[in-house]
C-alpha cells in the first residue's frame, strides 16, 4: 500500500496531493502512528484536508496511506498477519522466523 510518514516526508506529502482529489479507486486516509482499533483516521477529501491536518498535528507521527477498497478477508473479516522473527545479524543477515504465526480478525 502506498503510504507516508507526517512529519517526516512532509514535503513529500505536499507534492503528492497538491492536485489531489478523492474518489473511489483514489481514497486515503490519516491515523496517528500510536493508536489503535481506529480511533483518530480521518478520511482525505481534498488538499485542504491534508493542510488542515498539518496544522492541527503539526508534532504528532501520523502515517498518510491509501485506503485499501477490497481489503483480504477470512471468513467475511478483516485480518491482522503477525509473524515473528529475531535478525540476529546483518552481515551477514541472519533472521529466525519462528513457526507460530498468528491471524488476528478485527
Known amino acids: 500500500t ?3 510518514y507526517f512529519p517526516k ?3 513529500l506529502i ?3 496531493f497538491i492536485s489531489y482529489t478523492k474518489s473511489i479507486n483514489n481514497l486515503f486516509l490519516a491515523k496517528n ?3 489503535s482499533g481506529g480511533l483518530g483516521i480521518t478520511f482525505l477529501n481534498s488538499y ?3 493542510t488542515k ?3 492541527a498535528k503539526r508534532k504528532t507521527k501520523t502515517v498518510i496511506e491509501r485506503y485499501i477498497s477490497n481489503p483480504f478477508l477470512v471468513n467475511g473479516k478483516k485480518v491482522n498477519i503477525r509473524v515473528y522473527c529475531l535478525m540476529s545479524g546483518f552481515e551477514p543477515l541472519r533472521i529466525y522466523v519462528h513457526n507460530l504465526i498468528l491471524l488476528h480478525q478485527i
Open 2 to 4: 502506498e503510504g507516508y
Open 9 to 11: 516526508e512532509l514535503d
Open 14 to 16: 505536499k507534492e503528492k
Open 33 to 35: 502512528c500510536f493508536s
Open 48 to 50: 485542504n484536508d491534508i
Open 53 to 55: 491536518l498539518l496544522q
